[in-house]
T-cell receptor, first 108, second 117 residues
Framework: GEDVEQSLFLSVREGDSSVINCTYT??????LYWYKQEPGAGLQLLTY?????DMKQDQRLTVLLNKKDKHLSLRIADTQTGDSAIYFC????????FGAGTRLAVHP | DTGVSQDPRHKITKRGQNVTFRCDPI?????LYWYRQTLGQGPEFLTY????????KSRLLSDRFSAERPKGSFSTLEIQRTEQGDSAMYLC???????????????FGPGTRLTVL
């Protein structure tokens, strides 16, 4: 069945770049998404990428898509303490398939 | 947009009781989704509606679960005879007609956290 996998934890120093990786199995999705979840809260859409693109930049966020390897990454430049959260990648049409999430910890 | 709202935000109940959650999507959003998120996991799809029609249900949605969207606006999710394994965050999301910016981005509410004792 469809599956999305992510590494579970990432720790970075404030000001450094963070790179969160994701692999997926469903190659029919038109869009792939990155969501952010803070403790006890719902999911906040961060960005998305059209499946025909290989890169999208949105302020501090850069999304890279390698369709051949079914690999998606999210780079956060100049990571701040406010970026500490769980990040989910998701693909699918209608029913989104989420990874288990990557917990990003930002330390001084 | 005022955002997707869910009520209640927290619910504690005893095993065997029935519970009902409500979701109000963003105004004029015609597609509405329910997901369940357990601790340490990503959300899992439960069901979705287009207007008042329930178009797909996950195998996760046992016969103790029922969802409705009678007038194509708000939706309710009822769990009968709750079990401890039902403890989770229940998330609702909605999409406007045709998607925004041509995408099918789902906009999520804050969730209802259910604890079954």
């Amino acid at each position: 069945g469809e599956d999305v996998e992510q590494s579970l934890f990432l720790s970075v120093r404030e000001g450094d770049s963070s790179v969160i990786n994701c692999t997926y199995t469903d190659s029919s999705s038109t869009y792939l998404y990155w969501y952010k979840q803070e403790p006890g809260a719902g999911l906040q859409l961060l960005t998305y990428i059209f499946s025909n693109m290989d890169m999208k930049q949105d302020q501090r966020l850069t999304v890279l898509l390698n369709k051949k390897d079914k690999h998606l990454s999210l780079r956060i430049a100049d990571t701040q303490t406010g970026d500490s959260a769980i990040y989910f990648c998701a693909d699918g049409y209608n029913k989104l398939i989420f990874g288990a999430g990557t917990r990003l910890a930002v330390h001084p | 947009d005022t955002g997707v709202s869910q009520d209640p935000r927290h619910k504690i109940t005893k095993r065997g009781q029935n519970v009902t959650f409500r979701c109000d999507p963003i105004s004029e959003h015609n597609r509405l989704y329910w997901y369940r998120q357990t601790l340490g996991q990503g959300p899992e799809f439960l069901t979705y509606f287009q207007n008042e029609a329930q178009l797909e249900k996950s195998r996760l949605l046992s016969d103790r679960f029922s969802a409705e969207r009678p007038k194509g606006s708000f939706s309710t999710l009822e769990i009968q005879r709750t079990e401890q394994g039902d403890s989770a965050m229940y998330l609702c999301a909605s999409i406007p007609p045709g998607g925004r910016d041509g995408t099918d981005t789902q906009y999520f509410g804050p969730g209802t956290r259910l604890t079954v004792l």
